[in-house]
Structure formats: C-alpha cells, structure tokens
C-alpha cells in the first residue's frame, strides 16, 4: 500500500522532484501509520506536521521559480496553495482534536488525497514553464 515515484510523476527539474518525492514519502509514512494495529495519534500528528513544513517550504520554492520564469497561473496556483494549507491544518487539528480512530483515517486520508490531488492535477500544469531537464 503505497504511491510509488515513477517517471510520470516527473516535473523535469530535479529539485521540485525531489521534494515531491519527499511528498510522497511521507505520504507512505502515514499510510503505514494509520494501517499498522499500533497506530499512534502523535505519530500521526508529527507526520502530518512534517507534510505541513515541507508543503510550506516546497510551495514557496514553487512560487519562486513561478516568478524567476513569468508563470502565466501564477496567481491561480498560489491561491490553491493557500487552500491546501488551510485544509492540511484542518486536518491535523481535526486529529488533534479527537481520540477517535476512524477520524484519524478519515483525515490522513484527505490529506493523502489533497497532496496525490495537487501534485497530479494542478502542478503538471507548469511542467514546460519550469523544465529544466
């Protein structure tokens, strides 16, 4: 159970694709916390926290080559990176905020969702924009 990094996931800059990948890894790193039978609220909690630091830092690298190359979206992009923030938060408070086990998948998996959602959907839209390989 998992998403593995594969070649389609490529955005042709090294960098952003490392810190996709880190993306990923994490993701996994929550899927397997949620699925294990030792699953732990903190644990959850600190994976989460990790994504919201690394979606913050990854976002702001992004926005920055979006003006180093005259992103046409740019705007459009930054708002739903906003978004996604807010609803990441949501989601870790909602964790936070509840001993029940069932929310706590129900969240990890829309983050799971969100962040698949984001790096499939809307950044494949500046691969040209920001190709470098």
């Known amino acids: 159970m998992g998403i593995e990094w594969s070649d389609e996931l490529s955005m042709f800059n090294p960098d952003i694709d490392a810190e996709h990948k880190r ?11 949620i699925a294990s039978q030792k699953r732990s ?11 919201l630091g690394h979606s ?9 080559l979006f003006s180093e190359h005259n992103y046409p979206d740019a705007a459009e992009h930054t708002e739903i990176h906003i978004e996604l923030i807010g609803k990441l938060n949501l989601a870790l408070k909602e964790i936070q905020n509840t001993d029940h086990v069932r929310r706590w998948v129900d969240a990890g998996l829309s983050v799971q969702d969100l962040l698949v959602d984001h790096l499939v959907k809307e950044d494949t839209k500046y691969i040209q924009c920001l190709r470098t390989e």
């Open 23 to 33: 993306l990923i890894e994490l993701v996994n790193e929550m899927n397997r916390e």
């Open 41 to 51: 609220q903190d644990e959850i909690i600190r994976i989460i926290s990790l994504m």
């Open 56 to 64: 913050a830092e990854h976002f702001a690298h992004e926005e920055r």
